[in-house]
Structure formats: C-alpha cells, structure tokens
C-alpha cells in the first residue's frame, strides 16, 4: 500500500503563491501517474495536474495553465504543485493522487491512491 501525505496548504489573497508538497510511503503500488485534484463545496472533483513516471509527460487542466507547474522529486518520493497568481475560485481541498495509469477520472482514468488533502483559500 501507497500512503500520501500533503502539506502546504494555507489562505493567501489573490494574486499570491503557494507550493504544496505531497510524501509517498509505503510499498507494493504502482505509481506511474501522480497528480493533484481539487474539490470545492458543491462540485466535483477535478484533476488539476499531473504527470507521468518519465518527468515529461504531464496534464493541466485549462483553468490553471500557465499558472501552476507540477513536479516531482523521485529521490524524496515527493510531489510539488507550485501555485502562482492564485484566484478566489481556486479555493479547494486539494488532494495528491496517484495511479498504475491515467488518473484523470473525467477521461476514465482510475486513482488507486488518495491522499487525505490540504485546504487552500483564497481571498479576494
């Protein structure tokens, strides 16, 4: 079993930044997809960004291009998700995700391992 473990969640006002950290542990899943969804009240979860074992390979979702940049050290087992010019509406629970494939559900990927989340608000 695969553990995730997020960090760096917080309140800032628009325009600011925040980096969340995402640890794995644990042993015997497959990991060949690691990302980041978000989930506001009311609404669905959604895949923010992710990317694939080779580092290249990566997904974003179209409200949050050129904004966020997701990253990974393998060495640390580690997950990034560098937010800048954060707006009100990325105010979520955000939660690290990993998968043996595509996690993006909305495209009928499947996450095998979720981690618990870390609150983001943003104030305008």
């Known amino acids: 079993q695969i553990q995730l473990v997020e960090s760096g969640g917080g309140s800032v006002q628009a325009g600011g930044s925040l980096r969340l950290s995402c640890t794995a542990s644990g042993n015997g899943g497959d990991t060949s997809c690691v990302g980041w969804f978000r989930q506001s009240p009311g609404k669905e979860r959604e895949a923010v960004a992710y990317v694939y074992r080779d580092g290249i390979s990566t997904y974003y979702a179209d409200s949050v291009k050129g904004r966020f940049t997701i990253s990974k050290d393998n060495a640390k087992k580690t997950l990034y998700l560098q937010m800048n010019n954060l707006k009100p509406e990325d105010t979520a629970m955000y939660y690290c995700?990993?998968?043996?494939?595509?996690?993006?559900?909305?495209?009928?990927?499947?996450?095998?391992?979720w981690g618990q989340g870390t609150q983001v608000t943003v104030s305008s």
């Open positions: 995700a990993a998968g043996s494939a595509g996690i993006n559900m909305a495209l009928g990927g499947r996450v095998d391992f």
